[in-house]
T-cell receptor, first 112, second 118 residues
Framework: RKEVEQDPGPFNVPEGATVAFNCTYS??????FFWYRQDCRKEPKLLMS???SGNEDGRFTAQLNRASQYISLLIRDSKLSDSATYLC?????????????FGQGTELSVKP | DAGVTQSPTHLIKTRGQQVTLRCSPK?????VSWYQQALGQGPQFIFQ???????QRGNFPDRFSGHQFPNYSSELNVNALLLGDSALYLC?????????????????FGPGTRLTVL
């Protein structure tokens, strides 16, 4: 089993739709969780950090379920500009810094 | 406020050669991590440098080595290149716990170096 797994894509949605991505992680000791957005042939950009049960930023909501070991990202009112690959990342062990383990990414395509 | 910078942008090498990639962290960050991203995959952690020492390492062979300088910039060296080393190499910087407290592990990526091994 992979340490971090994401919903396989791609997700094709119309503008204005609500879309949710899920990400599961295997290490129950994981402490910090992140969602990144990556445009084609560009670097990942930090979208949201999730340290407790969840986080909200405008149209984006991230939730953490420690009991079931998954995080989710909800995008409301999708825009064409939301089209990208969304990566979840997990810091598997609590320490001062350390590696991030990424999922394989979920591609989102928002259509007019 | 300059973000993370990397050089070069692109690089083409042949098998067996050696390569050095460079990274300057975001202002205020003292920790540098390196990742390898193959096409269609998420980034894979190579190693992390803090206080000029390798603090943590992923599952990469000894052909991959690095260095961090007193100004926090970093280099990634890869020896004896293989075809399978072709990938996007990403540098990420973050503030240590000492600097940032609870948001210490928020890592910000540079634009990457695209390495092609022929």
């Amino acid at each position: 089993r992979k340490e971090v797994e994401q919903d396989p894509g791609p997700f094709n949605v119309p503008e204005g739709a609500t879309v949710a991505f899920n990400c599961t992680y295997s290490n129950s000791a994981s402490q910090s969780f992140f969602w990144y957005r990556q445009d084609c042939r560009k670097e990942p950009k930090l979208l949201m950090s999730v340290y407790s049960s969840g986080n909200e930023d405008g149209r984006f909501t991230a939730q953490l379920n420690r009991a079931s070991q998954y995080i989710s990202l909800l995008i409301r009112d999708s825009k064409l500009s939301d089209s990208a690959t969304y990566l979840c990342a997990v810091n598997p062990v609590y320490n001062q810094g350390g590696k991030l383990i990424f999922g394989q990414g979920t591609e989102l395509s928002v259509k007019p | 406020d300059a973000g993370v910078t990397q050089s070069p942008t692109h690089l083409i090498k042949t098998r067996g050669q050696q390569v050095t990639l460079r990274c300057s962290p975001k202002s205020g960050h003292d920790t540098v991590s390196w990742y390898q991203q193959a096409l269609g995959q998420g980034p894979q952690f190579i190693f992390q440098y803090y206080e000029e020492e390798e603090r943590q390492r992923g599952n990469f062979p000894d052909r991959f080595s690095g260095h961090q300088f007193p100004n926090y910039s970093s280099e990634l060296n890869v020896n004896a290149l293989l075809l399978g080393d072709s990938a996007l190499y990403l540098c990420a910087s973050s503030p240590s716990f000492r600097l940032a407290g609870t948001s210490y592990n928020e890592q910000f990526f540079g634009p990457g170096t695209r390495l092609t091994v022929l």
